[in-house]
């Protein structure tokens, strides 16, 4: 199976990824984590996409805070689909972030989630690799049927006690 590759900007985005890392954990996809900055280390993010599809990538997740280059970056890099999550810092509540995730001009799509949406960013790629990989399409058909069981356990619960 193809490999995921997760790049944040800084260690301090790890408690955002974590929850990427722990939804490809349940899913049994393999993955590598990288701190790569699209502004700090450019040359070593650059070859970490140009090389992504060699080294055995199906699908990159990027996630970056403030003035977020990173998933813009190295989707210029590579073919490979790039999915960009847009973190939360401290002063623009992630709004800066967004929009510098998302407003890529065309020609370089990035798959932009919602601010911090890291579960949503690996539930993405997992699809993606599910296009080749039947047994990932089973494991996501049942995770959605798991929700939707655990969403109406909850409207009977609540029904009869209120
Ligand atoms: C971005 O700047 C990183 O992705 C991080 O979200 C933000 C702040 O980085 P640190 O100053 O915490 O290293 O490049």
Do not use: W
């Not at 800084?10 to 939804?23: E, F, G, H, N, R």
């Not at 140009?50 to 990027?62: M, S």
């Not at 890099?77 to 847009?86: D, E, K, N, Q, R």
């Not at 972030?97 to 949503?120: F, K, R």
């Amino acid at each position: 199976m193809k490999k995921v590759g997760i790049v944040m900007g800084s260690d301090s985005d790890l408690p955002v990824v974590q929850k990427a890392i722990d939804t490809l954990k349940a899913f049994g996809v393999p993955y590598e984590v990288h701190i790569f900055s699209a502004h700090r280390t450019p040359e070593q993010s650059a070859k970490f996409a140009r090389e992504a599809k060699e080294n055995g990538f199906g699908v990159l997740i990027a996630a970056a805070g403030m003035a977020a280059h990173l998933a813009g970056s190295i989707a210029a890099g590579t073919i490979l689909p790039v999915i960009g999550i847009p973190c939360k810092s401290n002063t623009l509540d992630g709004i800066d972030a967004l929009l510098s995730t998302v407003q890529m001009p065309s020609g370089i799509p990035v798959a932009t989630v919602a601010i911090n949406g890291a579960v949503n960013a690996a539930l993405l790629s997992v699809q993606i690799l599910a296009l080749s990989e039947p047994e990932l399409a089973e494991k996501l058909t049942e995770k959605r049927n798991a929700d939707a069981a655990s969403v109406l356990k909850k409207d009977s619960e609540i029904a009869a006690k209120l």
